[in-house]
């Protein structure tokens, strides 16, 4: 068998254009991969006492987190939405209206009691409720019950919502997720990405509830 | 013979990796070109937030005028204050007398049984006292000072933000309009569009290159054949 000088040249080439295309898939898995520890992050994990609860380290503001006042917690913002805090209250929104995340405080105590104070406060904020499951979790460390379920809002939009109540390391925190439920899939994996993302921290002087 | 073969799965190892990838990154958001309208998205919301952070000390301004009510709350708590330390004053001294700032007649006219029935009139005082009490507490809701005060101790009343963060969905769009289907309105091809015209516009980029190289390939073939064939002949 006689190589060429063509063949030789289609062979280099063919070599070349696949080390360019594994690189560029290299390139695009590892930007894939970055997110995957986020993805797979806080919510949905089981219970786990062992981990500690909110953030001992002073709060950092990056360019993506938005705090509420007091600093007591942080919820990364996603490119395509955008924020607003109001006093102890963080409110995310997609650009194009179709999805909608709040964070805050919520009653001290029981997180029993927290979470049926969300579901009255989702039962008289929307119509047809309908809780589909309740399961508990962790978020940042945190203790934390989940509700989910569907809605129709007073715009008469139909929406799947997902609340969380969260035992943090100050205070009880309150976070409930909305979307349309006729909008993409992938809308429902941002909204627990986001929920994920919400980090809790300590008071300037360290202190933590007493857990019971 | 052997060169098509090579061409041939060439162009299957080209083309279906892309594809792949393609199918990976619909789940995903990533891709160089979504950071750069991100970056040049991210000032205009910071805008934003600027605006609205200007609005509320405007709309904080805005309530008294626009919430005239809150004085006269205010006036009626005073005033019940003031009833309530003239009849605490007539409850312990019921022959009224010259410290009675308000006078006898009026008192007694206030409270008629006060003067008789001193354990009424303390009652009556308990009942006075938490009215008032209550009357200030409503002057001081309607109030954004105190409220807010609260709020920042971390004792947002009973239940905290709950009730303000339950209601976040409410500004959800409904994706029908009237029974005409607008699932995908103007904002939502923007926004739900971005991040697929995004990553097809990478696939394209993509395929160009590899239709190129197989172009450049296949060039080669050709020449390389006419050059075989012109010596040979």
């Known amino acids: 068998m006689t190589l060429t000088r063509q063949s030789m040249i289609f062979a280099a080439l063919i070599v070349g254009a696949l080390i360019v295309e594994v690189a560029i898939l290299l390139w695009f898995f590892d930007e894939q991969g970055e997110d995957d ?82 579901r009255a406060s989702l039962r008289r904020s929307y119509k047809g409720l309908d809780v589909i499951s309740i399961e508990p979790l962790t978020l940042d460390g945190c203790p934390a019950r989940s509700v989910a379920g569907r809605a129709r809002n007073r715009k008469g939009a139909l929406l799947n919502f997902e609340g969380v109540v969260v035992a943090g390391p100050t205070d009880n925190f309150v976070i409930a997720g909305f979307h349309a439920s006729d909008s993409e899939p992938r809308m429902k994996v941002e909204l627990d990405r986001v929920i994920g993302s919400v980090r809790f921290y300590l008071s300037e002087a360290g202190d933590r509830l007493p857990r019971s | 013979m052997k060169r098509v073969v090579l061409l041939g799965s060439f162009l299957v190892v080209f083309c279906a990796s892309p594809g792949m990838a393609a199918t990976q990154s619909l789940d995903g958001l990533t891709d160089p070109l979504k950071d750069v309208v991100d970056k040049v998205t991210k000032p205009v919301d910071e805008a934003k937030d600027v605006v609205e952070e200007v609005k509320k000390p405007v709309e904080k301004a805005l309530p008294p005028v626009a919430a005239p009510p809150k004085k006269p709350v205010v ?159």
């Open chain 1, 37 to 118: 520890p986020v993805i797979g992050g806080a919510v949905g994990s089981q219970f786990d006492e062992s981990a500690a609860c909110g953030d001992t380290s002073p709060p950092v503001a990056l360019s993506n987190t938005r705090f509420d006042d007091s600093k007591r917690f942080a919820v990364e913002v996603p490119p395509a939405w955008k924020s607003k805090s109001d006093g102890s209250v963080v409110t995310l929104r997609t650009k194009n209206g179709r999805a909608a995340l709040s964070v805050g405080r919520a009653r001290a105590g029981d997180l029993l009691q927290t979470l049926e104070d969300l």
């Open chain 2, 75 to 233: 006036d009626v708590g005073k005033a019940v204050d003031k009833v309530v330390k003239d009849v605490t004053d007539v409850a312990k001294n019921p022959s009224g007398g010259a410290n009675n700032p308000a006078g006898g007649a009026s008192d007694s006219s206030l409270t008629p049984s006060a003067g008789n029935d001193p354990a009424t009139g303390n009652a009556r005082t308990k009942h006075l006292a938490s009215g008032a009490s209550a009357s200030r507490g409503a002057a001081g809701s309607t109030s954004a000072g105190p409220a807010k005060v609260s709020r920042d101790a971390g004792g947002t009343g009973p239940a905290g933000d709950t009730e303000q963060v339950a209601a976040a969905g409410n500004t959800i769009q409904s994706g029908e309009v009237k029974g005409t289907q607008t699932v995908a309105p103007a904002a939502n091809v923007d926004e739900g569009g971005s991040s697929l015209s995004l990553t097809g516009v990478q696939i394209l980029t993509w395929m160009i290159a590899a239709c190129g190289l197989m172009a450049v390939g296949t060039a080669f073939i050709l020449t390389g054949r006419l050059r075989l064939r012109a010596a040979r002949s």
